[in-house]
C-alpha cells in the first residue's frame, strides 16, 4: 500500500469512514460447507465422516439458534465482531503480549542510505524522529489520501491508532487507550517519551505551534544520552510490560498505590505520541539480525506501546508494536513513508539549524521500593527464559517481477512454496494462517485464509512424486494457484468462514449453553481452529518494510515475508524453549 500525498488533497483521510458499508454475516451453509472442505487435508476417511457428521447435526440445531442470534447481532453493530475480536483476540488474553503477541521489525532506512555506521545513532534518530512527527501531522491535518483497492475506499480507523494509544492491563481483561484526535476535533497530545538504560524521559515535540526540526531533536536526544552515560540504570520499570497479563496489573495497581506521582507518570507514558528507544545493541551486526525488535533489552521498550521506535547503536532501526490497536500494514505504511522521505533527501536534513529556546527533556522517575525491585527482577527472568529463536533470510534469484511475468500470484506462489517446503520436512502437510485483510467494510481487520487446501496437497504430493512429469506437476500447481486465489478473495470480501465460527463459539460461551461438538472436534484443533495453526503467515507487502513476529502455537513457525521485484525476503520465528512459549491464540 503506497501513500498518496497532494498538496492540495482532494479526499480527507476518514472522510469515508461513516458510508463505509457494515461487516456481512456469511450464510451458515456456506461457512459450515467451506469448513468441511478446509479440514479435509488432515483427516482420515473415518475421522472425516465424525466430524462430517457432527457439523451436520450443528448446522440444523444449535448452530441455526446461534446463527440467528448472530444476525441480531449484526442488525445493531456495523461491525458484529469489532469488540469479540478486540477482547478475545488480545484484551482477555493472560499470557506475557510482549513475546507472544506485539510485532516487531518495521523499519525504513537500511537498504539505501543509512548502511550500518557507528556514531550516528543520535543524528540519525533525530531525522527519523522528524519524518515520523510530519506523519503524524499528516494524520492530524488529514491530508494522508484515504486507501483504496482499485476504486473501493478502505477503512482508515486504525491509523488513529497508531499514535497516543497505549493498552493497559488489567486484573482480567486489558483496556486500550487512545488520546488522538484530529486538528478538526480539538488539542492531541504532543510529547515523546525517550526511554536509555532503562530510564524515562519526556519533552514535547511541538514549539511554537511548530515541530521540532532535526537539530533541536537532536539536542534533546543528546541531553537524554549525556544524563545517561556514566551513570547507574534506571529500576527498569518497563520490564513489567513483558509480564504476565494478571501480574503485570497487579504490579501497577501497587506502583500507583505507593506513590500517587507513579500514576502521572504512567499515564504520560501512555499518553505520548510513542517511545522512542535508546538501545546499545548492535543488531546487524549479527546474523539474527531481527531478534532485537522482539526479544531485545525489555527494560527500554514500553511493551504496552502502540508504538516503539527502537534505535540501535550502530545507526541502525525497528520497532516493537502492540498489536491489538492494529494490523501490520499501519505500521509498514507509515515506515514506507519515512523511507521514501529519507531516499528522497539521502537521509540528510537540509533545513535549517537554528535551535530555539525550549525546556530540556524531564525526566519522569519512578518512586519504587523493595517488592517493585523484586516484581521488575521476576519480569526480566521469565522474559529472557523465554527463548524466542528468529532466522532472516533473502532469495534473491527472482522476486516479484519474475513471478508476475509467469501470470503466477506472487503472494499465493510464495504460500504454495512454503506448503511445499513445511511437507518435505516433516512428510505432512501443515495447519496455516495466512492474514486476509477486510478493510472494504467499516473498521474492518482481518479474516482467516486458510492455504493448507486439498489442491495444495495433491500438487505437493506430485512435487515429491519422482515419475511425475512438468506438464503433471504444472497442471496440479494452477488447480492450487486457482483455489487459493479464490478462498483470498472471498476471505477479503467478508466470505471467509473462520470469523464467522468465532462468532457462533461466543454467542455459546455469553450465553452459558454448552459448547457445541464442533468445537470439540478432534479436527477443529488439528486443522488450526481455535488459533491453533501451525503456520501463522503474513505478507508484509511488496515495500522495503519488513516486519515479524511469532507462532501462535509451541510447536509452530511464525513466517513473514516482503516480495520485492528481485527477492524474496522472509522472516522465521519459532520457539526453542517449547515450556516456556506461547499459549494458543488467533491473530
Same mark, same amino acid.
Given at each position: 500500500?503506497?501513500?498518496?500525498?497532494?498538496?492540495?488533497?482532494?479526499?480527507?483521510?476518514?472522510?469515508?469512514?461513516?458510508?463505509?458499508?457494515?461487516?456481512?454475516?456469511?450464510?451458515?451453509?456456506?461457512?459450515?460447507?467451506?469448513?468441511?472442505?478446509?479440514?479435509?487435508?488432515?483427516?482420515?476417511?473415518?475421522?472425516?465422516?465424525?466430524?462430517?457428521?457432527?457439523?451436520?447435526?450443528?448446522?440444523?440445531?444449535?448452530?441455526? &439458534?446461534?446463527?440467528?442470534?448472530?444476525?441480531?447481532?449484526?442488525?445493531?453493530?456495523?461491525?458484529?465482531?469489532?469488540?469479540?475480536?478486540?477482547?478475545?483476540?488480545?484484551?482477555?488474553?493472560?499470557?506475557?503480549?510482549?513475546?507472544?503477541?506485539?510485532?516487531?521489525?518495521?523499519?525504513?532506512?537500511?537498504?539505501?542510505?543509512?548502511?550500518?555506521?557507528?556514531?550516528?545513532?543520535?543524528?540519525?534518530?533525530?531525522?527519523?524522529?522528524?519524518?515520523?512527527?510530519?506523519?503524524?501531522?499528516?494524520?492530524?491535518?488529514?491530508?494522508?489520501?484515504?486507501?483504496?483497492?482499485?476504486?473501493?475506499?478502505?477503512?482508515?480507523?486504525?491509523?488513529?491508532?497508531?499514535?497516543?494509544?497505549?493498552?493497559?492491563?488489567?486484573?482480567?481483561?486489558?483496556?486500550?487507550?487512545?488520546?488522538?484526535?484530529?486538528?478538526?476535533?480539538?488539542?492531541?497530545?504532543?510529547?515523546?517519551?525517550?526511554?536509555?538504560?532503562?530510564?524515562?524521559?519526556?519533552?514535547?515535540?511541538?514549539?511554537?505551534?511548530?515541530?521540532?526540526?532535526?537539530?533541536?531533536?537532536?539536542?534533546?536526544?543528546?541531553?537524554?544520552?549525556?544524563?545517561?552515560?556514566?551513570?547507574?540504570?534506571?529500576?527498569?520499570?518497563?520490564?513489567?510490560?513483558?509480564?504476565?497479563?494478571?501480574?503485570?496489573?497487579?504490579?501497577?495497581?501497587?506502583?500507583?498505590?505507593?506513590?500517587?506521582?507513579?500514576?502521572?507518570?504512567?499515564?504520560?507514558?501512555?499518553?505520548?505520541?510513542?517511545?522512542?528507544?535508546? &538501545?546499545?545493541?548492535?543488531?546487524?551486526?549479527?546474523?539474527?539480525?531481527?531478534?532485537?525488535?522482539?526479544?531485545?533489552?525489555?527494560?527500554?521498550?514500553?511493551?504496552?506501546?502502540?508504538?516503539?521506535?527502537?534505535?540501535?547503536?550502530?545507526?541502525?532501526?525497528?520497532?516493537?508494536?502492540?498489536?491489538?490497536?492494529?494490523?501490520?500494514?499501519?505500521?509498514?505504511?507509515?515506515?514506507?513513508?519515512? &523511507?521514501?522521505?529519507?531516499?528522497?533527501?539521502?537521509?540528510?536534513?537540509?533545513?535549517?539549524?537554528?535551535?530555539?529556546?525550549?525546556?530540556?527533556?524531564?525526566?519522569?522517575?519512578?518512586?519504587?521500593? &523493595?517488592?517493585?525491585?523484586?516484581?521488575?527482577?521476576?519480569?526480566?527472568?521469565?522474559?529472557?527464559?523465554?527463548?524466542?529463536?528468529?532466522?532472516?533470510?533473502?532469495?534473491?534469484?527472482?522476486?516479484?517481477?519474475?513471478?508476475?511475468?509467469?501470470?503466477?500470484?506472487?503472494?499465493?506462489?510464495?504460500?504454495?512454496?512454503?506448503?511445499?517446503?513445511?511437507?518435505?520436512?516433516?512428510?505432512?502437510?501443515?495447519?496455516?494462517?495466512?492474514?486476509?485483510?477486510?478493510?472494504?467494510?467499516?473498521?474492518?481487520?482481518?479474516?482467516?485464509?486458510?492455504?493448507?487446501?486439498?489442491?495444495?496437497?495433491?500438487?505437493?504430493?506430485?512435487?515429491?512424486?519422482?515419475?511425475?512429469?512438468?506438464?503433471?506437476?504444472?497442471?496440479?500447481?494452477?488447480?492450487?494457484?486457482?483455489?487459493?486465489?479464490?478462498?483470498?478473495?472471498?476471505?477479503?470480501?467478508?466470505?471467509?468462514?473462520?470469523?464467522?465460527?468465532?462468532?457462533?463459539?461466543?454467542?455459546?460461551?455469553?450465553?452459558?449453553?454448552?459448547?457445541?461438538?464442533?468445537?470439540?472436534?478432534?479436527?477443529?484443533?488439528?486443522?488450526?481452529?481455535?488459533?491453533?495453526?501451525?503456520?501463522?503467515?503474513?505478507?508484509?507487502?511488496?515495500?522495503?518494510?519488513?516486519?515479524?513476529?511469532?507462532?501462535?502455537?509451541?510447536?509452530?513457525?511464525?513466517?513473514?515475508?516482503?516480495?520485492?521485484?528481485?527477492?524474496?525476503?522472509?522472516?522465521?520465528?519459532?520457539?526453542?524453549?517449547?515450556?516456556?512459549?506461547?499459549?494458543?491464540?488467533?491473530?
Amino acid at each position: 500500500m503506497t501513500n498518496q500525498l497532494s498538496e492540495f488533497p482532494t479526499e480527507r483521510t476518514f472522510q469515508y469512514q461513516h458510508s463505509l458499508p457494515p461487516l456481512p454475516v456469511p450464510s451458515l451453509e456456506g461457512s459450515l460447507a467451506k469448513y468441511l472442505v478446509a479440514v479435509r487435508p488432515f483427516a482420515t476417511e473415518e475421522e472425516y465422516q465424525v466430524t462430517a457428521a457432527v457439523v451436520k447435526r450443528f448446522g440444523e440445531g444449535t448452530g441455526k &439458534d446461534l446463527h440467528q442470534k448472530l444476525l441480531q447481532r449484526a442488525r445493531t453493530r456495523r461491525n458484529w465482531l469489532e469488540e469479540w475480536w478486540l477482547n478475545s483476540a488480545y484484551l482477555e488474553m493472560r499470557y506475557p503480549s510482549q513475546l507472544n503477541v506485539n510485532f516487531g521489525g518495521p523499519a525504513p532506512y537500511l537498504e539505501h542510505c543509512w548502511p550500518p555506521t557507528e556514531g550516528v545513532q543520535l543524528q540519525r534518530t533525530s531525522i527519523s524522529m522528524w519524518h515520523t512527527l510530519q506523519y503524524w501531522d499528516l494524520l492530524r491535518t488529514e491530508r494522508l489520501d484515504p486507501h483504496k483497492a482499485g476504486n473501493v475506499v478502505l477503512d482508515m480507523d486504525q491509523f488513529r491508532m497508531l499514535f497516543c494509544t497505549c493498552k493497559v492491563p488489567g486484573v482480567t481483561k486489558d483496556t486500550i487507550i487512545n488520546y488522538f484526535k484530529t486538528e478538526s476535533e480539538g488539542p492531541c497530545p504532543s510529547h515523546v517519551v525517550v526511554m536509555c538504560k532503562g530510564r524515562f524521559f519526556s519533552f514535547d515535540a511541538v514549539c511554537d505551534g511548530h515541530i521540532l526540526t532535526p537539530p533541536e531533536l537532536l539536542r534533546q536526544l543528546t541531553h537524554v544520552k549525556q544524563c545517561c552515560e556514566g551513570e547507574p540504570a534506571g529500576d527498569g520499570i518497563a520490564a513489567l510490560t513483558s509480564e504476565e497479563r494478571t501480574r503485570w496489573a497487579k504490579a501497577r495497581e501497587y506502583l500507583i498505590g505507593i506513590d500517587p506521582a507513579n500514576k502521572t507518570i504512567l499515564e504520560t507514558i501512555q499518553s505520548s505520541l510513542f517511545v522512542v528507544s535508546l &538501545d546499545d545493541a548492535k543488531p546487524y551486526a549479527t546474523a539474527e539480525n531481527y531478534t532485537p525488535v522482539l526479544t531485545g533489552d525489555p527494560t527500554i521498550r514500553w511493551g504496552d506501546k502502540s508504538y516503539n521506535s527502537l534505535s540501535f547503536a550502530d545507526g541502525t532501526f525497528g520497532s516493537n508494536c502492540d498489536h491489538a490497536p492494529f494490523e501490520g500494514m499501519v505500521l509498514v505504511t507509515h515506515c514506507y513513508y519515512v &523511507d521514501q522521505q529519507l531516499k528522497a533527501t539521502d537521509g540528510k536534513w537540509k533545513g535549517s539549524e537554528t535551535v530555539r529556546p525550549m525546556p530540556l527533556p524531564e525526566e519522569l522517575v519512578f518512586t519504587v521500593d &523493595d517488592r517493585v525491585r523484586s516484581d521488575v527482577a521476576h519480569a526480566k527472568q521469565q522474559y529472557f527464559e523465554t527463548d524466542l529463536q528468529v532466522v532472516c533470510y533473502a532469495f534473491t534469484s527472482f522476486g516479484k517481477a519474475a513471478i508476475k511475468q509467469r501470470k503466477l500470484h506472487p503472494d499465493t506462489f510464495i504460500q504454495l512454496a512454503l506448503q511445499l517446503a513445511y511437507y518435505r520436512q516433516h512428510g505432512r502437510l501443515g495447519s496455516c494462517y495466512e492474514t486476509a485483510m477486510t478493510r472494504r467494510f467499516y473498521h474492518g481487520r482481518t479474516e482467516t485464509m486458510r492455504p493448507c487446501t486439498l489442491e495444495a496437497q495433491n500438487w505437493c504430493h506430485t512435487m515429491l512424486l519422482p515419475a511425475a512429469s512438468v506438464s503433471v506437476r504444472r497442471k496440479a500447481l494452477l488447480l492450487a494457484f486457482n483455489k487459493h486465489n479464490k478462498l483470498m478473495a472471498e476471505a477479503q470480501n467478508g466470505k471467509g468462514f473462520d470469523r464467522h465460527l468465532l462468532g457462533l463459539y461466543l454467542i455459546a460461551k455469553e450465553e452459558g449453553l454448552p459448547m457445541p461438538d464442533l468445537f470439540t472436534d478432534t479436527l477443529y484443533c488439528k486443522s488450526g481452529g481455535g488459533g491453533n495453526f501451525t503456520l501463522s503467515t503474513s505478507l508484509a507487502g511488496y515495500t522495503t518494510v519488513h516486519g515479524v513476529g511469532a507462532p501462535m502455537v509451541h510447536h509452530g513457525y511464525g513466517f513473514f515475508y516482503l516480495i520485492p521485484s528481485n527477492s524474496l525476503p522472509f522472516c522465521l520465528t519459532l520457539w526453542v524453549n517449547q515450556k516456556k512459549s506461547a499459549k494458543t491464540s488467533e491473530k
